[in-house]
């Protein structure tokens, strides 16, 4: 809808698929990549397996790897982060790091395969990710007795460990109407069923189990540190950029915990997306680009930056693979 915020990562993939159509690409789904074909030293092409059991071969002068993290994959989210287990993951069940074993057979190098990114608000049902960007819009968090506990822009690490130090693990991620009435964001999360609409205070804090004074005590609180642009309680800055103090209702909650989100870690490669080897040499002919690669985020990704990272590096990729 025109005036209504669009997800960057639907906009990027439509106008992808489309131009992908018009230049006549052949995209082959429901195949699983087994083996990345060599000859003498070379990749030369894939191995995979259709749904149906079909073996395909593609052969190729490049290959370029862009397959994701594994953060769908809960025994290798265990085998490198054992503290991980039984966290519910916001990746696609097809996000499953078979790349992982296909690029080890041939003796490619891998970086931070632990450092695994925990995103503080998904629902715990079935994994969605309630997005960064309220937080930035102003929405705040609360725990089960109503009350803020946390600066909620801080690092996505940090703020998951604010919510699993909360009674129960859980908190409430607070919008309203001015927020809503622009978003097509909310808008997905109420039809889904996610977010809950509270026409008032004291309907917010019947939702959320507790206090009505609290809550009121809480977004009054607030509200007047939005104005002053000064949080005293938990020094959140970026007052410029919010577009509400949630002072009147409607309320929009959505109950939250932190789930897998990203892998940092992955296959090594160089400032040219060519994968490197072991030994330290470029595997001639291999290319990788997006979350299947490691060392480009460090030991913490921040929100927005997986974009620049597979628009940037797939880009590199790209070109250097159609030479």
């Not at 006549?24 to 070379?42: F, N, P, Q, R, S």
């Not at 862009?66 to 097809?94: H, M, Q, W």
């Not at 959320?208 to 009054?220: F, M, N, P, Y």
Request: charged share 20%; net charge negative.
């Amino acid at each position: 809808d025109e005036g209504k915020i669009l997800s960057v990562g639907t906009y990027l993939v439509e106008h992808l698929n489309d131009t992908a159509t018009k230049l006549g690409v052949e995209i082959i789904t429901e195949a699983k990549v087994d083996e990345v074909l060599m000859e003498d030293g070379k990749a030369v092409g894939l191995h995979a397996v259709g749904a149906k059991g079909n073996e395909i071969t593609v052969k190729a002068n490049s290959v370029v790897v862009a397959t994701g993290g594994f953060g769908s994959n809960p025994e290798l989210i265990v085998k490198y982060r054992p503290d991980l287990e039984g966290y519910v993951s916001t990746n696609a069940p097809s996000v499953t790091g078979d790349a992982i074993a296909f690029l080890e057979a041939i003796n490619a190098d891998f970086v931070d395969l632990d450092q695994i990114q925990i995103h503080p608000t998904v629902v715990q049902t079935d994994g969605a990710l309630i997005s960064e960007s309220l937080r930035g819009d102003g929405a705040i968090l609360l725990n089960s007795s109503g009350k803020r506990f946390c600066n909620e822009t801080l690092t996505r690490d940090v703020v998951s460990a604010h919510v699993i130090e909360q009674d129960g693990g859980y908190a409430w991620l607070i919008a309203d109407e001015v927020m809503h009435s622009g978003s097509t964001v909310i808008d997905k999360y109420l039809t889904k069923g996610y977010m809950i609409k509270c026409d008032t205070a004291e309907d917010l804090a019947k939702l959320i189990g507790c206090d009505a004074e609290t809550v009121k005590e809480t977004l009054s609180t607030w509200a007047a540190a939005v104005d002053a642009q000064n949080d005293a309680e938990f020094e959140r800055g970026s007052f410029e950029a919010m577009l509400t103090n949630l002072a009147e209702g409607p309320y929009y909650a959505v109950k939250i915990s932190p789930g897998i989100h990203h892998c940092m870690g992955g296959v090594k490669i160089n400032t040219n997306a060519e994968v490197i080897d072991k030994e330290g040499n470029v595997i001639p002919g291999l290319f990788a680009a997006g979350e299947v690669t490691g060392g480009v985020h460090g030991g913490n990704r921040l929100g927005g930056n997986a974009v620049a990272d597979f628009v940037v590096f797939g880009r590199i990729a790209g070109e250097n693979a159609s030479k």
